[in-house]
């Protein structure tokens, strides 16, 4: 299999020295990547680990296949483990259907092992006829653009070298070196979507209207993931421009912004938002993306329902975001019986050890250091640096939420908090100063969001707004002789950090 390995060093799916967790279900695709690893196994230099994942679906059928992969793994002397679970029982438990249950069960194994054995990559078995058939499937749902990206070959961790060849061609190299494999008889019923699109569609796409439709299906898959990943770095710099967080999970969109773009970035950056206020991407369709994007025409006051409980409201300033009732992390992760999930749904949420009643006590900033508001997904890092020699002013990050001042003039202790009664902002270099409650006002900030607004500040000084300004008091010059950078970062309800951009706008 050369066009394999060609792919493999094409994507940069393995490095010297990993070890590669690979999906084995008795299957023709899954022995034959079982099959080309081991090949390329010493070349390449990795270390390979076998999951196998008994569903429990087909009785004595289910356990012949299980023992063909111990079989397999034992002649090549391949560490392997075999997950055994009740698959009717939890699509029940997780309310899933039978297809979905099974994808998320496998998942859960194969992360389970790479944690087990340190693995970095995961090998699954999808190919061509798969991705076409992800295709076929994702544009009847109308799925959009991403859903004509087909299967990523690589996503993360998760690797597919197989989706260089096709069907035919993996079961001519089985053929050829008499491998045999499993044969899953409900893979020829049409009971499941995917075999309806495998045994009724693509065979007269193939037979009647061109020999080459997958490979052609695949090759344009190819250029729609290079045209979605450029959009989705666009749809980055549009959400660092004109998206606010609350604390809450609203998100606001301004609408003095937004209007800049054209169409489709206004309506991928919707999808953005949506995505995010739910944590899941199903069930949200053009409908709904069209439904909000129409918002902004109309009057202070309406609003639409949305998918997962969200809503979609018109605002002073554009249009705001939420959930009906607020769903914090652990709700959105799913659990077997949705007990913890309601309890997480009607946890109050707190900044640091106060009660969030609208605004909080402040909190003092760790410099240098981290600081975390618990329970907003939100980390403050302070650094301080002196300045190189070759300063100029071009050397100032431009980012909305990564700032620095000069050290040197502060003074006393900075915090994170909302705002007070005696706040107020230098608003230009003559040191004219603002209080924060007219800045608000002339700024068209509705009332019932002022007392969410962070701030940073340097007793009743507000240096900072992250989102909105920074003072221009503290500002770097020439005679700066320590730099304090301040920069905040948003993390995903998975516990990951957003990537690839300046961090969205933050209110608490």
């Not at 394999?4 to 799916?13: C, K, L, T």
């Not at 007070?420 to 100063?433: C, F, M």
Request: hydrophobic share 35%.
């Amino acid at each position: 299999m050369k066009r394999v390995e060609e792919f493999i060093r094409q994507q940069d799916m393995i490095a010297r020295g990993e070890r590669v967790i690979a999906g084995i279900s008795g299957g023709a695709d899954s022995v034959c990547l079982f099959c080309v690893l081991m090949e390329l196994r010493e070349k390449l230099g990795f270390d390979l680990v076998a999951v196998h994942v008994n569903h429990g679906l087909r009785g004595e059928a289910a356990d012949r296949d299980e023992e063909f992969v111990r079989q397999l793994c034992s002649t090549h002397h391949v560490p392997l483990e075999v997950f055994r679970i009740n698959m009717e029982s939890i699509a029940k438990i997780w309310k899933q259907s039978l297809e979905e249950a099974g994808r998320t069960a496998r998942r859960n194994a194969f992360e389970s092992v790479c944690e087990q054995y340190g693995g970095s990559k995961i090998a699954l078995a999808h190919h061509q006829n798969d991705n076409a058939e992800t295709l076929l499937w994702n544009l009847s749902r109308g799925a959009g653009l991403e859903g004509m990206c087909g299967i990523r070959p690589v996503n993360g961790k998760y690797i597919r070298p197989l989706l260089s060849v096709n069907r035919s061609e993996i079961e001519r190299y089985l053929a050829e070196r008499n491998q045999p494999y499993c044969t899953d008889e409900t893979n020829a019923q049409i009971d499941y979507t995917r075999n309806k699109l495998r045994h009724l569609v693509l065979p007269v796409l193939e037979e009647q209207v061109n020999t080459q439709a997958v490979r052609h299906m695949n090759e344009t898959m190819e250029q729609m993931q290079e045209l979605q990943s450029y959009m989705e770095l666009q749809t980055d710099e549009a959400y660092a421009c004109c998206v606010n967080i609350s604390c809450q999970g609203q998100l606001i969109i301004s609408w003095e912004m937004f209007r800049q773009f054209p169409d489709i970035l206004k309506k991928m950056l919707i999808r953005r938002c949506m995505e995010e206020i739910c944590g899941k991407k199903k069930d949200i369709s053009q409908v709904h993306i069209r439904a909000v994007l129409e918002l902004f025409g109309k009057q202070t006051g309406r609003s639409v329902d949305l998918p997962y409980g969200m809503q979609a409201k018109r605002i002073y300033e554009g249009v705001r975001l939420q959930t009906c009732r607020k769903i914090l992390p652990e709700a959105r992760q799913g659990t077997p019986d949705g007990h913890a999930a309601a309890q997480a749904a009607n946890t109050v949420e707190r900044a640091g050890n106060t009660e969030y009643t609208g605004r909080f006590s402040p909190v003092p900033l760790a410099v240098p250091g981290e600081t975390v508001l618990e329970g907003r997904n939100l980390t403050i890092r302070c650094k301080i640096f002196e300045k190189s020699e070759g300063f100029s002013a071009n050397d100032i990050p431009q980012k909305v939420y990564t700032k620095w001042f000069d050290y040197d003039i502060i003074k006393n202790s900075l915090y994170i908090r909302t705002r007070q009664d005696e706040d107020s902002i230098v608003i230009d270099k003559a040191g004219h100063r603002q209080k924060i409650k007219k800045w608000f006002i002339n700024k068209k900030i509705p009332a019932e969001s002022r007392d969410q607004i962070l701030l940073i500040a340097e007793g009743s000084q507000v240096l900072w707004i992250p989102g909105y300004r920074r003072s221009s008091a503290c500002q770097v010059q020439d005679t700066t002789k320590r730099i304090l950078q301040i920069e905040m970062q948003i993390y995903k309800s998975d516990g990951g950090k957003k990537n690839g951009r300046d961090n969205p706008g933050i209110s608490v």
